[in-house]
């Protein structure tokens, strides 16, 4: 009997040892965990709030003191008439949606599609639903002359008709 008492001290003794090294050691890695900073190379998962933070620092809004308007920019539909050209304005971006439209530049460069990852010179046909990036004024599109009919486009940004 006494022996059974012996070894239910001891045991006693060796698990109140380890609890007591288990919370010893253990609680300087919770404390460096709790400095870290959310969205840090450390700590990369982040809360709800930071990434609408670091969203709107992107878009423009107001908490990020960007230089955008903070306005979103809807798709316009456009309708070309034959014999006329669409001059986009610089950034603006195009999609031919009906009808066959030919690129215009003033120079040597063309119009970029962002779809196709290609550069299009000006007299070349632009491809329909593709994305039309104009880098800069002086580039367009203007409806085939084969074709009776004019262009509808979508477009995003400034332009005019001429």
């Given at each position: 009997m006494k022996q059974n008492v012996v070894r239910g001290l001891v045991a006693a003794v060796l698990i109140g040892a380890g609890v007591w090294v288990g919370v010893n050691f253990a609680s300087p890695i919770e404390a460096e965990s709790n400095t870290l900073t959310p969205g840090s190379i450390e700590d990369p998962v982040v809360t709800k709030s930071y990434v609408d933070e670091q969203f709107a620092k992107l878009s423009g809004g107001s908490d990020g003191g960007g230089t955008g308007t903070g306005q979103d920019v809807a798709l316009e539909v456009v309708s070309v008439p034959a014999g006329k050209t669409l001059m986009a304005g610089q950034g603006t971006e195009v999609i031919v949606r009906v009808?066959?439209?030919?690129?215009?530049?003033?120079?040597?460069?063309?119009?970029?599609?962002?779809?196709?990852?290609?550069?299009?010179?000006?007299?070349t046909v632009v491809p329909k639903n593709h994305l039309m990036l104009f880098p800069r004024e002086g580039r367009g599109v203007l409806p085939d002359p084969a074709q009776p009919n004019g262009l509808t486009v979508l477009v995003r940004g400034s332009y005019s008709i001429q």
């Amino acid at each position: 009997m006494k022996q059974n008492v012996v070894r239910g001290l001891v045991a006693a003794v060796l698990i109140g040892a380890g609890v007591w090294v288990g919370v010893n050691f253990a609680s300087p890695i919770e404390a460096e965990s709790n400095t870290l900073t959310p969205g840090s190379i450390e700590d990369p998962v982040v809360t709800k709030s930071y990434v609408d933070e670091q969203f709107a620092k992107l878009s423009g809004g107001s908490d990020g003191g960007g230089t955008g308007t903070g306005q979103d920019v809807a798709l316009e539909v456009v309708s070309v008439p034959a014999g006329k050209t669409l001059m986009a304005g610089q950034g603006t971006e195009v999609i031919v949606r009906v009808g066959q439209a030919i690129a215009y530049s003033s120079d040597s460069n063309g119009i970029s599609d962002l779809t196709a990852g290609a550069d299009l010179k000006s007299g070349t046909v632009v491809p329909k639903n593709h994305l039309m990036l104009f880098p800069r004024e002086g580039r367009g599109v203007l409806p085939d002359p084969a074709q009776p009919n004019g262009l509808t486009v979508l477009v995003r940004g400034s332009y005019s008709i001429q």
